[in-house]
Structure formats: structure tokens, C-alpha cells
């Protein structure tokens, strides 16, 4: 008999989500985000330590402290930043993140400038119908062809100089969270303040149950995702395996859906672990949790920033199903139940491979199998025989 999992507090959830939602925080501009999630693993007694720039890496003791594993959720969105003052005092604005300024337009902002917070919106450069008639329909969509208007009183360069304004400032967009009956969630940025409400849940349901993991896993709390570095620095030198969480796109062409948690096989990155991925299927499978498999052709995360920067690391990813990722995002609270209970089944499962915890040990004996070889290595060869090809010498 399958043992019950700890139920994440879905209540707690909804909560911390819509506490972060209200805190800007695209890349680069993290640190108050940083001192929440802090704030709530002090409250959990999990005790946790800072990189330099703020990457939260956290342990949840285990049984075993070795081989550990690490589990991730990133802090920062995507946002904007000021590139250039116009001569009539509005700006020009780069993406902090992999974004289309079609998903910019008409939203509400902050500008971070070193005196203190400016509000505005963000426009396209025909931004009357009146004046420009249906000539605002033949407008680019790109970022070079949008502006931020600010609810300020300037006209000029030296006007919007002079309210503290400078280029590299930081502009949030405003996050419109709304929670319906439905149990749809709709905001900006959700991508990955809802990933991260999930991990905090999980690991809330753990410490109240009293349930000691196997092996000792370290949370992170990464701040630099959208810009592609992640969780290259974060990681513990003994790791073996990680799972990233993050988004996954609900679209024509993608399986994932707003009611079930999603095991990514690939991203733009290459293929997930064989051996983890499958690992979080069986799970999934155990427990009786909604579950799709998904390839994302258009994406990186936390795990692939790892492999990139050399870690020699099994990676797996589970996220939630959003539809419009990156625009204005919406998702189900049953895919981020699914997601937080997965989660759970996840800290509270064995190592995929307890040989793990030496890899300076590793040997052709105690090496993995995908597939058996007898299925791999058919007995009739598909190959023809090299007589067939090369022909009988002269």
C-alpha cells in the first residue's frame, strides 16, 4: 500500500503567491524578494545560506546527507529596463528577459530610479486612435517601437533628467493578480512566483508532518533565470540529481494543461535525465497525480543552466501548466496542487542511484541501463553486411 503523501497547504499557497506578486522583482532587482522567501524559511525553521548576489540555497535534512539533491524555483521575471530619454521626455525601454513588447503594451509600471519610485504606462509610439486612425495598426511590434509615459510632469529630456531618471533604471510591470471561483489564477508573472509558492507549500507540508526525507536536499531560490545563468553557481559540490520547477506552456502543439503538473522530457537545451524523469513519472503514477510529459522547444531553466556550466548532474523538470506564459499568464489551482504534491513525492523518495554519492567510484559494473540490451541490441542486425556495401575486392 502506497503511502500517503503530506497534503500541501493550499491556503498558505495562494497566500505567499499573491504576497510575492506584490513585490517587483525582475532579474536583477531581487533583493527585497530575496529577504521574503528568507523570511518564510525562517518561519519553517529551514535553515538556508546567501550567495553574493542572493541565491537562496536552503537544506532540508534528511536521513543520509549524501548523495543529496537540490530542487529549484527562480525569484525573478521578466521587466524593463530604461535604454534611452526621448527628446519629449518619454522612454525607450530594453526587455530584462526573452519577451515581446506585444505583451508590454498598455500595462501599468514602476521605474526604480535612485530618488524614488515613478509611475507610468507603456505605449505604443501611435498611441491615439483619434489621431492616428487605423495607421496604428501598421505599427512594428518590437521594443523599439513602444515608449513609457510617465505620470510625471515632463515634455522633455532634461525635464525627465531632472526627476531623477536614468538609463539601466529598472521598470516592473504591474502583476493584475486576480484569484477566481473558477480556481483560475491570472497575473503577470506567475513564471515563477507560482513555482516557488508550490516548493515553499511542499516544504511546509513536510516540516508539519513530522516525515524525515531519505537524503538531505537543498532548496534554491535562484535570481537570475530569465537572463540564463540561474543556478549555474548555486549548487552544493556533492549534489547528484536536480529538478528545476518552473512554467509550462499551455498551447496548440504542447500536452501540458492547466489541471495537471508537467515532467519536461526536453527543452532548447537538450534532453532531461532518462533515469529522474521517469523516476518523477512513477511517482506521479503512485500517488495518483495528474501528470503530462511535454517537449519545450522556445525555453531554458535553472536544471540546463547547471549542465551548462559543467555540473555533472542528473536534471529533471516539473512545472505548471500556464496558458500565455510571458504575457499576461493564467493557471489552474489543480495544476499547482498536482505540482506541490509531486514535489512532496519527490523529497520523500530514495536517491534514483544511491551510487551516486561517489562518482569517483563509478565503474562499467554499477552503470545505468535506459532500456535492457536484449531489447536495445535486436539479434538481427539492421545493418547490411559490409560485403553487401564494399563488394568483393578485384
Given amino acids: 500500500m502506497t503511502a500517503r503523501l503530506p497534503e500541501p497547504d493550499m491556503q498558505y499557497m495562494q497566500k505567499v503567491l499573491l504576497e510575492m506578486l506584490a513585490i517587483p522583482s525582475p532579474t536583477g532587482f531581487t533583493d527585497t524578494i530575496v529577504r521574503y522567501v528568507a523570511e518564510r524559511l525562517n518561519e519553517l525553521g529551514i535553515p538556508y545560506e ?8 536552503a537544506t532540508l535534512k534528511g536521513r543520509r546527507y549524501s548523495p543529496d539533491r537540490a530542487i529549484s524555483a527562480h525569484l525573478d ?16 525601454l530594453a526587455a530584462v528577459g526573452c519577451w515581446s513588447s506585444r505583451f508590454a503594451e498598455g500595462s501599468r509600471v514602476s521605474v526604480f530610479t535612485d530618488r524614488g519610485v515613478l509611475r507610468g504606462s507603456v505605449l505604443p509610439l501611435m498611441a491615439s486612435g483619434h489621431a492616428f486612425n487605423t495607421a496604428v495598426d501598421q505599427l512594428p511590434v518590437s521594443w523599439e517601437h513602444v515608449e513609457l509615459r510617465l505620470d510625471a510632469l515632463t515634455n522633455s529630456l532634461e525635464e525627465t533628467r531632472a526627476l531623477g531618471v536614468a538609463i539601466g533604471d529598472f521598470v516592473a510591470f504591474d502583476p493584475l493578480p486576480e484569484f477566481t471561483e473558477s480556481g483560475h489564477i491570472s497575473a503577470r508573472h506567475l513564471d515563477d512566483k507560482a513555482g516557488v509558492a508550490a516548493l515553499l507549500a511542499s516544504l511546509k507540508a513536510i516540516v508539519d508532518s513530522g516525515l524525515e526525507p531519505p537524503i538531505d536536499c537543498h532548496p534554491l531560490f535562484t535570481i537570475t533565470e530569465e537572463t540564463g545563468s540561474g543556478a549555474a553557481a548555486a549548487l552544493n559540490f556533492d549534489v547528484s540529481e536536480f529538478v528545476g520547477i518552473d512554467i509550462a506552456p499551455v498551447a496548440p502543439g504542447q500536452q501540458s494543461t492547466e489541471h495537471s503538473v508537467t515532467v519536461a522530457m526536453q527543452d532548447s537545451g537538450g534532453p532531461y535525465d532518462y533515469h529522474l524523469s521517469r523516476h518523477l ?22 536544471a540546463q543552466s547547471a549542465i551548462t556550466a559543467g555540473h555533472d548532474i542528473r536534471t529533471a523538470l516539473l512545472a505548471f501548466g500556464c496558458d500565455a506564459t510571458h504575457g499576461y499568464e493564467r493557471t489552474h489551482i489543480d495544476s499547482l496542487l498536482a505540482l506541490g504534491r509531486l514535489i512532496c513525492a519527490y523529497l520523500l523518495s530514495p536517491p534514483v542511484f544511491a551510487s551516486d554519492a561517489h562518482p569517483e567510484k563509478a565503474s562499467l559494473e554499477r552503470f545505468s541501463h535506459q532500456i535492457g540490451e536484449d531489447v536495445q541490441l535486436q539479434p538481427e542486425t539492421r545493418v547490411p553486411a559490409v560485403e553487401d556495401v564494399v563488394g568483393d575486392k578485384p
Wanted: aromatic share 6%; charged share 35%.
Fill in 50 to 57: 546567501l550567495t553574493r548576489r542572493g541565491t537562496i540555497r
Fill in 77 to 92: 521575471t521578466i521587466g524593463a529596463s530604461v535604454r534611452e530619454i526621448h527628446a519629449n521626455g518619454r522612454l525607450a
Fill in 281 to 302: 513519472l512513477r511517482l506521479a503514477d503512485r500517488h495518483e497525480i495528474p501528470v503530462r510529459r511535454d517537449l519545450f522547444r522556445y525555453y531554458h531553466s535553472d
